[in-house]
């Protein structure tokens, strides 16, 4: 085969080691084998391992996707729109389902949404609307407050899964306690009974709303009622069932009459049955006391009441100088008139020091005339403040010309350095008939006095 020179292209023979034209080397070839390039053919991926792929490409968007979702779910502006919004569309479900409850409070959620509903809707939203806009700055808890100033709600900041800032709107409760003197009974509320006979005690946290409630007792008149018990306030509040508002009390000029519920015989005396009751609110009574062929007036009488069954003609007194044709009544319309007016004339003069507002009341030369007297005269120049709010007339009785009335005050005494104490008093004030026809106080005796600080 002719080869040629790979410089010039002369012909050369085989056995030629140069070029004779140009005196280049003679090109040798390339003998070695060329071994081609070869690729492995690549393995296809296994099922689990494109499982695993594929699980991982869902878990990346589900965690993106979670984020935003928690993110617009939990957002302090959706929670309080979502309570708003529900509140004012009167879905009760859906405002229950935005406010946080303690486990602890008792509830009737009908009852707890009404009271909602009764509020004034705008200065409620912009309460809430201004407290959640703080949270946001400085997560300082705010207190949402109704129409007259008691605490609704509590809104607080917290975190959920200690990343997403959320606010929560916690229920504020009233703690609430029975306040009663009752012997027996039973008050129920919000599915709860209380026993009557326990005396003061706590009935624990209640959220705010008018309730149905109910009430029994047992004696010589069995009294029951059903009721509305609205529970409100900023912190604690007292259901008062007393003796004092509930009974009545009996006296009579015939202690030894039977008394007379509703025309039926209690078979028990005036002596023997000194009050009777509780009634509670709306009961009435018709009561009345026999004595062999006589009997008292049939009276109505409601909790809270003081009634003297007289039997025959009512006890008339003369006027002791100057005799009259009128005739002058001991009643207890009157003798309780009588000592009101007497007491806010005592106050007025306490605090005034000046007898001679209260003068009018008191017979002259009696020693509750010399008693008051030196008592205002002695009070000195310091200040304090005498403030009076109970003056019950419990019973009265006659004894020739004189009425013996037991009574019970409460009053409030502060002196000049702002210290307040309580006095409860029962007393007897013996009332006599003056020369012009009106009442008369001859003496004061005081039974009992209970001080509290």
Known sequence: MKQFCHECGNPMEADQVF????????????????????????????????????????????LVGGHYTIQAKTSPDSKISNFLTALESGDAEAVL?????????????KVYVSYLKSLDYGVLQSNITEAAAGIKKDGITRVITDDNGHQVFKL??????????????????????LATDLPNGEYSIAGKTFDLAKGKQVMGAFLPGVYPAAVSADG????????????????????????????????SNEPEALVFINGKTTKKKVKELAEIGPLFEGEKLSVHAELKDKKSELLEVVGGDQVNLSIGEEAVVAIEEGETED???????NITEFIWNFRSAYEAALNAKDYSQVASYLKPGSSALKEIDEFIGDLGNQYFLYEFYTDDVLDYKVEGNKAYVNTYEEFDFTNHLYDTVNYKRYKVYEIVIGTDGTYEIESITIEDTKRTN
Do not use: R
């Open 19 to 62: 070029c004779a034209e140009c005196g280049a080397p003679k090109a040798v070839p390339n003998t070695e084998a060329q071994t081609p390039i070869v690729q492995k053919p690549k393995k296809p991926w296994s099922f689990k391992k494109k499982l695993a792929f594929l699980l991982v490409g869902i878990l990346a968007i589900a």
């Open 97 to 109: 389902k935005e406010i946080t409850i303690s486990e602890d409070i008792n509830k009737d959620e």
């Open 156 to 177: 607080k900041q917290e975190k959920y899964l200690s990343l997403y800032p959320v606010i929560s709107i916690e229920a504020v409760p009233v703690n609430v306690e």
């Open 220 to 251: 010589v008149y069995k009294s029951t009622a059903e009721f509305e018990q609205e529970i409100s306030g900023n912190e604690d509040m007292a259901i008062e069932l007393q003796k004092k508002q509930l009974m009545v009390t009996l006296s």
């Open 327 to 333: 005739s002058v009544y001991f009643d207890k319309e």
